[in-house]
């Protein structure tokens, strides 16, 4: 059954299970003691930290393995703030950053701290210039990620960090996505990794923090991992984690370019094969094993469900899969579609045949979730003339945008239909869906019925 999801978790290396194993033998002593079993375990772990450092590209001494990739970044970002504290307390972030960096960002802010944004366009990318406009003398710390974790596209590191030592503040780069497939561009302050995107176990992330950089650890002291990461260290997990990260480093050129052919494939062919279907995240900027797109009029739990029932575990950023029935934020802020939103990420090895069968069951499968929602009785229009309003008060993604095509034909050309709704993923997909049709997409503003009353005019 082919996994599709390999950007939440990779399946774990053949050299990681033998490291793990191996090491589970050798390496359950402490390796802060003097005698023989924590010698050896000391030296599996010196051994461990080097390699990891010459794949990320920095000194042994810079690094140390933490529990989690999420807990190197609340560190790093806590320990840097802390550091610079008498520069400032200004934290500055892009909107696509991954969570554990944005709750980080939220965390600063309830302590009294100060977090600014910085917006990203249509394919998921910030602008350097405007990212080096975001940074003041009062800004103690600025997060890239490397790549995006929803919909691949790579961001402009090298550029941003041109700007942030222009400006004198040290960049925090998450390096979860991309670890895998090659360094991080020169000119990071501290980088941050988790090991079960690459293939390691789970449980080990990895902080790099380049010497110079002002940085005062929180929480109580520890002798261990340089103060970084207090408890004993998980050495067969950190063992695994390194020699799977050197593992897939090693493979990253011919299995890339494998993937990227892939991920082309189904790029170009989703589209084709499926109507009203935008493809996001940059084309040629991105990691090439991710590709994302999204589905007019689909509810993206249900084609989940559907494809799972197929065998393809994927994922997605739809509000209508989410806890909060809010479309993610990266998705947000890029201003794509939301709804019927798929994320496949293919781990190494992923057979042709697999990415084959994916293209041929997944019309069929839209078709079938589009027919199901389209069955109820649309929303009562009511108004005359050119303008039409639609009460979708209530219903969920993506049934407000179905309800608008169902009626747009009915205004002429020039004429609004006003769409209310108190779903939130609406917000996003209204304006992407008369971008997509060619109408054109007025505006919003408070409904007397509640939720918010969304403008389109009829253009053709």
């Known amino acids: ?31 802060a003691r003097l005698y023989r079993e924590g010698r050896r375990a000391r030296l599996l772990l010196d051994a461990a930290r080097e390699a990891a ?13 933490t529990p989690s990739g999420t807990r190197a970044v609340h560190t790093g970002v806590a320990g840097a703030l802390a550091g ?5 307390d200004r934290l500055v972030v892009s909107a696509v950053e991954h969570s554990s960096v944005l709750h980080a960002g939220e965390a600063h802010t309830a302590a009294g701290g100060s977090v600014t944004e910085v917006p990203v366009g249509r394919s998921g990318a910030v602008d350097p210039a405007v990212f080096g406009a975001a940074l003041d003398s009062r800004t103690a710390l600025a997060c890239l990620q490397s790549a995006n974790h929803e919909v691949g596209t790579e961001q402009p590191v090298a550029e941003v960090a041109a700007a942030c030592r222009a400006a004198g503040v040290p960049l925090l780069v998450d390096a979860a996505q991309s670890l895998a497939w090659g ?18 176990p789970a449980g080990v992330g990895l902080l790099a923090v380049r010497k110079g950089v002002r940085f005062a650890p929180q929480g109580p002291a520890d002798e261990r991992e340089s103060g970084r990461a207090p408890g004993f260290e998980n050495l067969p997990a950190i063992v695994a984690a390194a020699a799977s990260l050197r593992a897939v480093r090693a493979e990253a050129a011919a299995e890339g370019a494998r993937l990227r052919t892939l991920v082309d494939r189904i790029r170009a062919r989703v589209p084709e094969l499926v109507p009203d279907v935008e493809v996001v995240g940059d084309p040629v900027r991105r990691l090439p094993h991710l590709v994302t797109f999204s589905c007019l009029y689909v509810d993206g739990e249900t084609l989940l469900h559907e494809l799972d029932r197929e065998g393809f575990s994927v994922s997605s950023g739809s509000s209508c899969t989410s806890s909060t029935l809010t479309p993610s934020h990266v998705l947000r802020a890029m201003g794509v579609l939301s709804e019927g939103n798929v994320r496949v990420s293919l781990p190494a090895g992923t057979a042709e045949e697999d990415v084959d069968r994916f293209l041929a069951v997944l019309p069929g499968l839209v078709a079938s979730v589009r027919d199901r929602l389209g069955a109820p009785e649309p929303a009562a229009a009511t108004g005359a003339g050119g303008t039409l309003v639609v009460d979708a008060l209530g219903k969920r993604c993506p049934i407000p945008v179905i309800e608008l095509a169902k009626v747009i034909g009915s205004v002429p050309v020039g004429g609004t239909v ?20 060619g109408q054109e997409y007025v505006g919003e503003e408070p409904s007397p019925k509640g939720g918010t009353a969304y403008v389109v005019r009829r253009v053709s």
């Not at 610079?84 to 400032?88: A, E």
């Not at 360094?183 to 390691?200: F, I, Q, R, Y």
């Open 53 to 65: 450092a010459e794949a990320v590209g920095c000194r042994p001494d810079e690094l140390v393995f």
């Open 183 to 200: 360094p991080v561009p020169e000119g990071w302050s501290l980088l941050a990794a988790s090991a079960h995107k690459w293939g390691g």
């Open 84 to 88: 610079r504290r008498r520069v400032g």
């Open 1 to 31: 059954m082919p996994y599709f999801d390999a950007a939440s978790a990779a399946p774990l290396h053949p050299v990681a299970r033998q490291a793990l194993l191996a090491a589970l033998d050798e390496g359950w002593a402490d390796p």
């Open 418 to 437: 006003t769409v209310l709704s108190d779903d939130e993923a609406a917000r996003l997909d209204i304006p992407a869906w008369c971008e997509m049709r």
